[in-house]
């Protein structure tokens, strides 16, 4: 069986709307990368990176220093607020922690989980905000509008190319 990987790296501190698909031919999967423009109205940079395999769930992994930085457990969510004041709640694979970054700071790369049509519903609507739960604490992340659509603009492409294979 053809296994397929998406990868859909969306830097929201970098400044690029490309999307670039190779082949990976020695595991034969395909692989899809982007960068968008988005940045959070807050200091800290937050990273997404979307990746699938085969077409039954999505991953996505939250990224960043300092802010947010801190161990999760199996129960920590992310939530997507939505421009028409809906939320989608993205859920945390597992326990994972945090590492300290060459500056003294903190560096966190967490895993979670989408349904395929929960992202599909993401991909209408402008992400306002994104809330990143751990069972203490929550760290939100403003997103500028002009940003939001760039990033809506990139989801569409992805599903494209999701759909496509």
Do not use: W
Not at 62 to 86: C, H, M, S
Not at 115 to 120: C, E, I, L, P, R
């Amino acid at each position: 069986m053809r296994f397929f990987i998406l990868l859909l790296l969306i830097s929201l501190i970098s400044c690029s709307q490309k999307i670039i698909t190779q082949i990976d031919k020695s595991k034969n999967e395909k692989i899809i990368k982007a960068n968008s423009a988005i940045r959070p109205t807050i200091i800290a940079p937050l990273s997404i990176q979307i990746k699938s395999v085969g077409k039954e769930i999505i991953f996505i992994k939250l990224y960043g220093e300092d802010v947010g930085a801190n161990a999760i457990g199996a129960d920590a969510t992310a939530t997507f607020l939505l421009d028409d004041k809906t939320t989608i709640t993205i859920y945390s694979i597992g326990v994972q922690g945090y590492d300290r970054s060459i500056k003294d700071g903190k560096y966190y790369s967490h895993h979670y989980r989408i349904a395929v049509s929960d992202f599909t519903l993401l991909s209408k609507h402008l992400i306002i905000r994104i809330r990143k739960s751990d069972s203490t604490t929550y760290y939100d992340f403003d997103i500028k509008n002009k940003d939001a659509e760039k990033f809506k603009k990139l989801q569409l492409k992805f599903l494209e190319e999701f759909n496509n294979q």
